[in-house]
């Protein structure tokens, strides 16, 4: 599924060289639930980027379902976005002023997809995100924290990913409702989805089934998580 | 659907802050209403200017005498004394294609009539001019070949004179007015022709030729002021006018054709003069519209570079789920095409609504023409396009990283 061969990552500012990532090389499995964990400036959100295809890597390998991503160009990277790969960030990312549906249904404009469609497959993302279906009107800055990142766990799903990932989805949420959006991820990895978890906290990544251990831009520790915490 | 998503994305954008997107619309209102408005005006008084030189008379050429010289000095063109009744004879008689040659001298003079009083212009002329200078009838007649010959003290006045003398819309026919102290029988009044201030073409007193010689010009020699010839057609207007020249050249001894002591007017230059003059300042008022609508376009760069910054996270995140960057870019352009677009609807509307107001004000007939409309509507796109092009590019050019981090 996913495949990182001899990853670097350097950054060049004027004369400055700072290596984000370092020859970081692993595989990720269909149906996996990996966390990504590091303190910041470990390289673990440039990996990040290098695995949402939004940045490319400076030297090595990264294959994502059998396609060499270093090798596409934009366009293709956005076509790549948006047929395997659903984001969920940290500040939810939703468009204020529009309803839920409309922003689950985001990456399919411009398609030709016909509305009557777009509608049904945002209703079963949103289902399988867990909104209650009262909400699905409402328009998204009326909703609380853990229901807006429900509607960004929709949106993310809404094309039926290859990899959902999500960075620090938790990270500006309080403990009860970040406890209700990892059993989401759970409950989605359960059902199939491949789902990838960028953090900085123990706690959050313990809910995978596998934890990398990112620092200074190597990984440091990868192993499989066997006290998972739900 | 690729179209109605855009149209869809593009009003959502638009009427998220409504008041900034109606002053920026509005910039480009006024911008379109006055180069609408201005149009319809300028091409109204072309119009208006045109169809009064046609009422002058119709395929006319006026001969009008050269500048005296009084020791060097020129007093002026029309000054001299060289133009004689019997040239007027001779073109008749002798050019082909001439329909009618009407000599008249003029005079401007006062009139009084039961204790009202007028200054006005007096034309002493032959039974031709009606024809030459398309005068018609409303009461009464012309005078006659007979009150021609025997110096009749006749008048046919205008209606504006009429107007000034009797009142409005009496009928003076059989009245006397006295010109020169001398008491003139009214016989006729003229059809209206329109015009205004000092080219007021009803505000005249017409006579015959040697009563006008006799009573009021007070020159007994056959000099006359100015010859009015009308063409057989439009088509022998040149010939007629060149063999004119030629005539009067050889009756007046000249070889030298600039020394003329004469010169010759063609309506047809009249018209296309009068006409650059007005399309001159159409344009230059329209320029000057066009400048407000430049600041509209500007206004329309400046909200899409700020809706650009403000919606840097959005854009980020459209790029995030995989909206290719042309349709970023398109996205943004035809947010501003649509400003422009309202903008353009409205300001036609409301230039139109102006051209009218303003043509009953000026006294002109304003006309809204669908070119003008189209061009409008085409230069409000391309502003749309041009002031967009930029902000547009800018938005899909953010790295989708950077614009997610964009706090």
Same mark, same amino acid.
């Given at each position: 599924?996913?495949?990182?061969?001899?990853?670097?990552?350097?950054?060049?500012?004027?004369?400055?060289?700072?290596?984000?990532?370092?020859?970081?090389?692993?595989?990720?499995?269909?149906?996996?639930?990996?966390?990504?964990?590091?303190?910041?400036?470990?390289?673990?959100?440039?990996?990040?980027?290098?695995?949402?295809?939004?940045?490319?890597?400076?030297?090595?390998?990264?294959?994502?379902?059998?396609?060499?991503?270093?090798?596409?160009?934009?366009?293709?990277?956005?076509?790549?976005?948006?047929?395997?790969?659903?984001?969920?960030?940290?500040?939810?990312?939703?468009?204020?002023?529009?309803?839920?549906?409309?922003?689950?249904?985001?990456?399919?404009?411009?398609?030709?997809?016909?509305?009557?469609?777009?509608?049904?497959?945002?209703?079963?993302?949103?289902?399988?995100?867990?909104?209650?279906?009262?909400?699905?009107?409402?328009?998204?800055?009326?909703?609380?924290?853990?229901?807006?990142?429900?509607?960004?766990?929709?949106?993310?799903?809404?094309?039926?990913?290859?990899?959902?990932?999500?960075?620090?989805?938790?990270?500006?949420?309080?403990?009860?409702?970040?406890?209700?959006?990892?059993?989401?991820?759970?409950?989605?990895?359960?059902?199939?989805?491949?789902?990838?978890?960028?953090?900085?906290?123990?706690?959050?990544?313990?809910?995978?089934?596998?934890?990398?251990?990112?620092?200074?831009?190597?990984?440091?520790?990868?192993?499989?998580?066997?006290?998972?915490?739900? | 659907?690729?179209?109605?998503?855009?149209?869809?994305?593009?009003?959502?954008?638009?009427?998220?802050?409504?008041?900034?997107?109606?002053?920026?619309?509005?910039?480009?209102?006024?911008?379109?209403?006055?180069?609408?408005?201005?149009?319809?005006?300028?091409?109204?008084?072309?119009?208006?200017?045109?169809?009064?030189?046609?009422?002058?008379?119709?395929?006319?050429?006026?001969?009008?005498?050269?500048?005296?010289?009084?020791?060097?000095?020129?007093?002026?063109?029309?000054?001299?004394?060289?133009?004689?009744?019997?040239?007027?004879?001779?073109?008749?008689?002798?050019?082909?294609?001439?329909?009618?040659?009407?000599?008249?001298?003029?005079?401007?003079?006062?009139?009084?009539?039961?204790?009202?009083?007028?200054?006005?212009?007096?034309?002493?002329?032959?039974?031709?001019?009606?024809?030459?200078?398309?005068?018609?009838?409303?009461? /009464?007649?012309?005078?006659?070949?007979?009150?021609?010959?025997?110096?009749?003290?006749?008048?046919?006045? /205008?209606?504006?004179?009429?107007?000034?003398?009797?009142?409005?819309?009496?009928?003076?026919?059989?009245?006397?007015?006295?010109?020169?102290?001398?008491?003139?029988?009214?016989? /006729?009044?003229?059809?209206?022709?329109?015009?205004?201030?000092?080219?007021?073409?009803?505000?005249?007193?017409?006579?015959?030729?040697?009563?006008?010689?006799?009573?009021?010009?007070?020159?007994?020699?056959?000099?006359?002021?100015?010859?009015?010839?009308?063409?057989?057609?439009?088509?022998?207007?040149?010939?007629?006018?060149?063999?004119?020249?030629?005539?009067?050249?050889?009756?007046?001894?000249?070889?030298?054709?600039?020394?003329?002591?004469?010169?010759?007017?063609?309506?047809?230059?009249?018209?296309?003069?009068?006409?650059?003059?007005?399309?001159?300042?159409?344009?230059?008022?329209?320029?000057?519209?066009?400048?407000?609508?430049?600041?509209?376009?500007?206004?329309?760069?400046?909200?899409?570079?700020?809706?650009?910054?403000?919606?840097?996270?959005?854009? /980020?995140?459209?790029?995030?789920?995989?909206?290719?960057?042309?349709?970023?870019?398109?996205?943004?352009?035809?947010?501003?095409?649509?400003?422009?677009?309202?903008?353009?609807?409205?300001?036609?509307?409301?230039?139109?609504?102006?051209?009218?107001?303003?043509?009953?004000?000026?006294?002109?007939?304003?006309?809204?023409?669908?070119?003008?409309?189209?061009?409008?509507?085409?230069?409000?796109?391309?502003?749309?396009?041009?002031?967009?092009?930029?902000?547009?590019?800018?938005?899909?050019?953010?790295?989708?990283?950077?614009?997610?981090?964009?706090?």
């Amino acid at each position: 599924m996913i495949k990182c061969e001899n990853i670097t990552k350097i950054y060049r500012n004027g004369d400055v060289e700072t290596v984000a990532l370092d020859n970081v090389s692993f595989e990720i499995e269909e149906g996996e639930f990996v966390s990504i964990i590091g303190p910041s400036g470990s390289g673990k959100s440039t990996l990040m980027h290098i695995l949402g295809a939004l940045d490319s890597s400076t030297s090595g390998k990264y294959f994502l379902d059998g396609h060499e991503v270093s090798k596409l160009n934009d366009d293709q990277l956005s076509e790549l976005r948006k047929d395997k790969i659903g984001f969920v960030f940290q500040s939810f990312n939703l468009l204020p002023r529009a309803t839920v549906l409309r922003n689950v249904e985001l990456s399919l404009l411009y398609s030709d997809i016909p509305s009557k469609v777009r509608m049904e497959r945002s209703k079963e993302a949103l289902r399988k995100a867990g909104l209650e279906e009262s909400k699905f009107n409402n328009l998204s800055n009326q909703l609380s924290g853990g229901q807006m990142q429900r509607v960004a766990i929709a949106r993310a799903l809404i094309n039926n990913p290859s990899i959902i990932l999500a960075d620090e989805p938790t990270g500006n949420l309080d403990t009860k409702t970040s406890q209700i959006v990892m059993d989401t991820f759970r409950q989605l990895n359960d059902t199939g989805h491949t789902i990838v978890l960028i953090t900085h906290e123990m706690d959050v990544a313990t809910c995978a089934n596998r934890i990398i251990h990112v620092r200074d831009g190597k990984i440091e520790k990868d192993e499989a998580n066997k006290k998972r915490n739900v | 659907m690729f179209f109605t998503d855009i149209l869809k994305e593009a009003l959502w954008s638009i009427t998220g802050n409504k008041v900034r997107s109606s002053l920026t619309i509005l910039g480009i209102v006024i911008g379109i209403a006055s180069v609408i408005a201005l149009v319809a005006i300028g091409q109204g008084a072309q119009n208006q200017i045109a169809s009064n030189i046609q009422a002058i008379g119709s395929n006319l050429i006026i001969v009008m005498p050269g500048s005296q010289r009084v020791g060097g000095i020129s007093q002026g063109g029309g000054s001299a004394q060289s133009l004689t009744v019997d040239d007027a004879t001779a073109i008749k008689s002798q050019i082909s294609n001439v329909k009618a040659v009407a000599p008249s001298i003029t005079k401007r003079a006062q009139i009084t009539a039961k204790g009202n009083n007028t200054n006005t212009q007096v034309i002493g002329t032959n039974l031709d001019y009606p024809t030459v200078r398309n005068v018609a009838i409303d009461l /009464g007649t012309f005078f006659n070949d007979q009150q021609i010959k025997s110096s009749a003290k006749v008048a046919v006045i /205008g209606p504006t004179t009429r107007d000034d003398l009797f009142g409005t819309s009496a009928n003076p026919v059989g009245q006397t007015i006295r010109i020169s102290n001398n008491d003139f029988q009214v016989i /006729g009044v003229t059809v209206a022709k329109g015009g205004s201030g000092f080219n007021n073409q009803d505000d005249v007193v017409y006579v015959p030729l040697t009563t006008a010689q006799h009573y009021i010009s007070g020159n007994n020699n056959n000099y006359v002021n100015n010859i009015s010839i009308a063409a057989a057609n439009q088509a022998a207007m040149t010939t007629v006018q060149n063999q004119v020249s030629d005539l009067l050249l050889s009756r007046h001894k000249i070889t030298d054709s600039t020394q003329a002591d004469f010169s010759l007017m063609n309506q047809n230059d009249i018209i296309a003069t009068a006409s650059s003059i007005t399309s001159t300042f159409t344009i230059l008022l329209s320029s000057i519209a066009g400048i407000s609508l430049l600041v509209g376009g500007i206004g329309i760069m400046n909200m899409m570079l700020t809706t650009v910054t403000e919606r840097t996270r959005e854009i /980020g995140l459209r790029k995030a789920v995989g909206i290719k960057k042309i349709y970023i870019n398109m996205q943004f352009l035809a947010e501003a095409v649509l400003l422009t677009f309202l903008g353009g609807f409205i300001g036609i509307i409301i230039g139109w609504i102006a051209s009218l107001v303003l043509s009953k004000f000026v006294n002109i007939t304003a006309q809204v023409s669908i070119p003008s409309i189209l061009l409008a509507f085409g230069v409000s796109a391309a502003v749309g396009i041009i002031f967009g092009f930029y902000p547009a590019r800018k938005a899909s050019n953010l790295s989708p990283i950077e614009a997610l981090r964009y706090e």
